[in-house]
Each structure stands twice: as structure tokens, then as C-alpha cells.
């Protein structure tokens, strides 16, 4: 299969490239900038907001899986994030229907479902677990909003000219690889010792600390310190950012495989698919975290066993075929 990949210099792009390559597919890789070419590929300067340079980019190709994005609210002001998220997605889609390609796996995030950068919370957003993709959403940043925004513009074009596409909502993705576990597992450890501490408190002491961590999570949310970056400087930042998150994670090497299965898998129309790890990454039973930390989410569409995520990837499962390849979650 001849597949472009926009955002290919990136984290999860050059990884997904390198993949693809590895699986004997021919890859064009698109960036704003091509500082260290990957060996192998057809590698190409271009920017998705600039539609005229999208047409030749799309010659020749089966399928795109389309990366290019702004991936923080704090990255850029609302406008840049949502013409690059947006306005972009629209073009790789247009200049994809123009060239005759019918398959396009798009990057989302499980921030679609607005909950970790949102800045409001409303009573009663979180209404089950785990979270599937009938859930509803409430966006109430920029960023989110975009990941929705972009999954529409996959419905339409599904309408308009017939084009199967994935989002894929992805969660925080880690390259354990380039990084080494190091970093990551300094990440893990410590939101399972700031988890676990909680935890182990006595009631109502541990219900008491519970509401505080939410309640300055609200706070500092409602004042959008998330839309000027991460601050891991105060006290249960990474418990906060744990939960939040809903202590999901993934391989960059499952979001390769994912987004491969998005493009080879058969299916018809547009659909948004949870991509995360299977478990939990602190290792903690998963109905005790969701009774502690979320005790307002009282409705369970299914059972989960062990230490199974608050966040469901059967629909990924049953569609692509996606089944988490490299786990990585704190082991006791």
C-alpha cells in the first residue's frame, strides 16, 4: 500500500512510518520541516493549512494516516490550534477525495471527550464506566473541541464522497524506545505512590483529600493554567494529571499499529475508536480507583476485572482488529 503520512517527523509520526516501512508498505512522509530523513521513505516538505500543497503530496496514494497537528491547548493561541487541527484535517481530506484515496486514519485524542483540558464540569459529565464512544462530549477547550471538530469532518466526507476514515482517541502516548523507560517510569511511579497514599488514608480523611485534589484540579482548570502548559510543581500534580487522564496510556508502537490497522481494516464510514493500553498504568484494581477518585460515577455499562481501563477499546477491538501489543503499567 502507497500511504502518505502527514506530521511524519513527529513523535508518533516517524515511529508509524518507520513501522510502515518495516511492513513492506511504500510511505511519503509529509512535515513543515525534514531535519532527519527517514530511511526508505519518500520524504516531502508541506503544511496541511496550505491546500494547494496538498494535491501532489496525494499522488499515487492508497491511504492517509494524518498526524499533523497542534497537540497541546498550550502550544498555540485558540485560533492557530483550531485552523491547524481543523481547517487542516478539512484539507487532508479534500485533497484526498480530489486524488481518488478513500481511507484516511486520522489522530484524535481521548480529549475529545472534554474532559482532562476542559475548564468546565458540568454536574453529572461523567456518566458511566468505562468510557466508550457513545459517552457524550462536552468540550470546553479549544484543543478537545478541535478533536471533535475533526471527527465531524470525517463524517462529512463519508456523506459527501464515500471516504472510510478513523480517528483514533488516542491517550498520552510514549515512546519508551527513543526515551528510554526512565522518564516514563519515574511518570508511573510516582502517580502510584501519590495514588496509593491516598488511597491507604482512613475515611473520611481519604474522602476529604479526594475532594481537595478535585476540587484544586477544577480550580486551576477554570483558570486555564493548562492553556499555558503543565506546572508538575505542586502537591499531587501527578495523581491529579493521573486521574484526569484516567490513568490511561500507550506505546507509540500500538499507535503505529493501530493507525496501519485503521487503513487496512475493512470497514465503511467514519468512526471515532478509543486507543489505549487494556489496564490501568498504576496497577491499582480499577473499580477501587473509580470508587475512590470518581465516587459520583456510580452507573457501570459492563464489569471490568482487575486492573481493566475506566476506558473501553472494545469498539477499536471489533472494528480494526486493535489489540494492545506493548503494555506498559506500574507491576507491583
Not at 526508505?40 to 498526524?67: N, R
Not at 481518488?100 to 484524535?108: E, F, L, N
Request: aromatic letters at 12%.
Amino acid at each position: 500500500m502507497h500511504i502518505l503520512v502527514t506530521g511524519g517527523m513527529g513523535e508518533i509520526g516517524r515511529p508509524t512510518a518507520k513501522t510502515l516501512l518495516e511492513h513492506g508498505h511504500q510511505v511519503r512522509v509529509l512535515d513543515l520541516a525534514i531535519k532527519k530523513p527517514i530511511e526508505g521513505a519518500e520524504c516531502v516538505e508541506g503544511d496541511v493549512t496550505d491546500f494547494a500543497s496538498l494535491a501532489p503530496a496525494m499522488e499515487g496514494i492508497d491511504g492517509v494516516i494524518h498526524l499533523a497537528a497542534v497537540r497541546h491547548p498550550g502550544l498555540a493561541p485558540e485560533h492557530t490550534i483550531f485552523h491547524i487541527n481543523v481547517a487542516g484535517t478539512f484539507n487532508v481530506f479534500r485533497a484526498a477525495a480530489d486524488a481518488g484515496v478513500r481511507r484516511v486514519v486520522c489522530a484524535s485524542s481521548i480529549n475529545a471527550l472534554g474532559y482532562n483540558f476542559g475548564i468546565k464540569f458540568p454536574e453529572g459529565q461523567l456518566r458511566y464506566f468505562p468510557i466508550d464512544e457513545a459517552h457524550p462530549t462536552y468540550t470546553t477547550d479549544v484543543y478537545s473541541f478541535s478533536k471533535g471538530m475533526i471527527e465531524e469532518v470525517g463524517a462529512y466526507f463519508w456523506r459527501r464522497e464515500g471516504i472510510s476514515s478513523a480517528f483514533l482517541r488516542f491517550p498520552a502516548v510514549y515512546d519508551t524506545q527513543a526515551e528510554g523507560p526512565t522518564i516514563l517510569m519515574a511518570f508511573v511511579s510516582e502517580c502510584y505512590r501519590q495514588t496509593a497514599e491516598v488511597m491507604a488514608l482512613p475515611e473520611p480523611e481519604r474522602s476529604r483529600r479526594v475532594a481537595s485534589i478535585v476540587a484544586d484540579f477544577k480550580r486551576r482548570a477554570a483558570a486555564r493554567e493548562w492553556e499555558e502548559g503543565f506546572n508538575w510543581s505542586f502537591p499531587d500534580a501527578v495523581a491529579m494529571f493521573g486521574r484526569s487522564n484516567f490513568w490511561t496510556s500507550l506505546d507509540v508502537r500500538d499507535a503505529a499499529q493501530a493507525a496501519e490497522k485503521g487503513l487496512l481494516a475493512d470497514f465503511e464510514g467514519s468512526h471515532a475508536l478509543y486507543i489505549s493500553d487494556s489496564h490501568n498504568f498504576v496497577g491499582i484494581p480499577t473499580r477501587e480507583l473509580a470508587e475512590v477518585w470518581f465516587p459520583d460515577v456510580t452507573e457501570w455499562k459492563r464489569s471490568v476485572e482487575g486492573t481493566e481501563s475506566l476506558v473501553s477499546i472494545e469498539a477499536a477491538r471489533s472494528l480494526i482488529g486493535f489489540e494492545p501489543a506493548f503494555p506498559f503499567r506500574k507491576v507491583a
